[in-house]
């Protein structure tokens, strides 16, 4: 059974940083293409960040140079660190894992940005 399991989201105020990460079981980690997404109330959910097999990361221009995606293939984890918050980051934050066009999620995990 494949669980992705996300963890660390929070209140925090602007400016702050938050490190989320994403458990996986249940699938051969180091395969697969790694992703995290965000959902705003009232929004679509967007893609943000990637990383693929061989560990190449990819960014909205919203999180460029702010945040950065990580993965551990020995402890089948992957990871978020998210500085300079802004109000705007407010939203629901997925992981997800691609092998063969079928997607995996997680079960999300709230991130607050307020003064």
């Known amino acids: 059974q494949v669980q992705l399991v996300e963890s660390g989201g929070g209140l925090l105020q602007p400016g702050g940083s938050l490190r989320p990460s994403c458990s996986a079981s249940g699938i051969t980690f180091r395969f697969y293409f790694l992703s995290w997404y965000r959902q705003a109330p009232g929004k679509q959910r967007e893609l943000f960040a990637s990383?693929?097999?061989?560990?190449?990361?990819r960014y909205a221009d919203s999180v460029k140079g702010r945040f950065t995606i990580t993965r551990d293939n020995d402890k089948n984890t992957l990871s978020l660190q998210m500085n300079d918050l802004k109000s705007e980051d407010t939203a629901v934050y997925y992981c997800?894992?691609?092998?063969?066009?079928?997607?995996?999620w997680g079960q999300g995990t709230q991130v607050t940005v307020s003064s």
């Open positions: 997800n894992a691609r092998y063969a066009a079928v997607d995996h």
């Open positions: 990383i693929g097999s061989n560990g190449n990361a």
